[in-house]
């Protein structure tokens, strides 16, 4: 049986993550970021660092609180509800992953004096070169590339890595996207020499545990579940508030039966996904051999119910839901962003069979 209740230090760190941004970042300063051309608010990721966000899941010996997915995943499913920008979750994952890899750059990152965004996306291509490792080729969907110091790259095809790659080694180039609220960039590599404490998995660690690149390729998906989650409640929370006040033929619209299979629908859809994506937090805390399949069902749910959510919320508010002054397209970018990178659903729905065949072909070896 598993207990989905959040403990008293869980539900805590929901609670005042959800204050901090409801003061520190509305959506006006999302807004005004967007319009500045920048990545992340200063103010709000200096909050942020001294909440404890960017080292929450790195082992208290390396500076961090030492949690894990799970209170990430918390941390991230409040950015999606405040539509947040900034690598918060990108940094974390890269000071958790430095310090399994024994980096010394683990604590910086957990400190927040370093931010990371997070590499997976792409064309990239290794190649051995002496002591060294050689990166060649097109990153893509890299968030906050442009404010972020290191690359956490995870390369999971023939021969899986793990690397940490510094941002002035690489070029970047901002991409307009649909998404308003955050930034999004193409990066370059041409024939960059990564070695040393660099490679934080990769050759003889993966020979023990080849499961380390794909560890943070799940993680990533999962929280970009958790931050669709946060917005689709926004969205559901903005819908059930205009329907509730807006009138139509001398009654409430939330009052006509087919508005309220419609909140139903949307409240219905936010609950399975919230179910599969803190199980797949659980499991990949656990280090469960159903984790993989965890995290892509989790993603795969959100890719596929989360459009449908967005769609619901804009037609719900009628005529003031495509206007640029009203706030619900912030969300609705968002949301739709979230179902497409880190794996579209039928990206994830083959991860889950091939999950499946292995595991059959597993069972009747034994």
Do not use: N
Not at 165 to 194: G, K, Q
Request: charged content about 25%; proline content about 3%; some cysteine.
């Amino acid at each position: 049986m598993v207990d989905f209740e959040l403990s008293e230090e869980q539900a805590a760190l929901r609670g005042i993550s959800r204050d901090l941004l409801a003061s520190d970042c509305p959506p006006r300063t999302v807004r005004s970021v967007v319009e500045a051309g920048g990545d992340v608010d200063d103010k709000l990721w200096d909050r942020g660092v001294r909440m404890g966000w960017t080292g929450l899941a790195t082992p208290e010996a390396a500076g961090g609180a030492g949690q894990g997915l799970v209170e990430l995943c918390l941390v991230a499913e409040e950015l999606g509800r405040a539509a947040a920008p900034g690598p918060f979750v990108e940094t974390a994952l890269a000071s958790w992953a430095a310090a399994r890899g024994a980096a010394p750059l683990a604590s910086e990152l957990a400190e927040g004096r370093l931010k990371a965004a997070f590499v997976h996306q792409g064309s990239l291509t290794v190649r051995r070169a002496g002591q060294s490792l050689v990166l060649s080729g097109r990153a893509t969907a890299v968030h906050a590339a442009g404010c972020a110091d290191l690359l956490l790259v995870t390369v999971t095809r023939e021969e899986p890595y793990v690397l940490l790659v510094p941002t002035s080694a690489v070029r970047a180039e901002r991409r307009t996207t649909l998404d308003l609220t955050r930034s999004w960039y193409d990066v370059l590599f041409d024939d960059v020499a990564v070695k040393g404490e660099q490679i934080l998995a990769g050759e003889q660690i993966l020979a023990t545990d080849p499961g380390e690149a794909r560890r943070w390729v799940d993680a990533m998906a999962v929280l970009t579940a958790a931050d669709a989650l946060g917005a689709g409640e926004r969205l559901l929370e903005m819908t059930v508030g205009h329907v509730t006040v807006r009138e139509q033929f001398g009654r409430p619209l939330g009052s006509f039966q087919a508005v309220k299979h419609k909140a139903a629908d949307m409240l219905i859809a936010l609950r399975g996904l919230r179910a599969a994506t803190y199980y797949a937090a659980l499991a990949h805390d656990a280090e469960h051999e159903d984790a993989t399949a965890a995290a892509s069902v989790a993603k795969a749910f959100a890719s596929e119910s989360l459009p449908g959510v967005a769609g619901e919320a804009l037609q719900s508010h009628g005529g003031i839901g495509f206007t640029w002054e009203h706030d619900l397209h912030l969300f609705l970018r968002r949301a739709t962003v979230d179902a497409l990178v880190h794996g579209t659903a039928a990206h994830h729905h083959e991860r889950v069979l091939a999950h499946l065949e292995r595991t059959r072909l597993t069972r009747r070896a034994a």
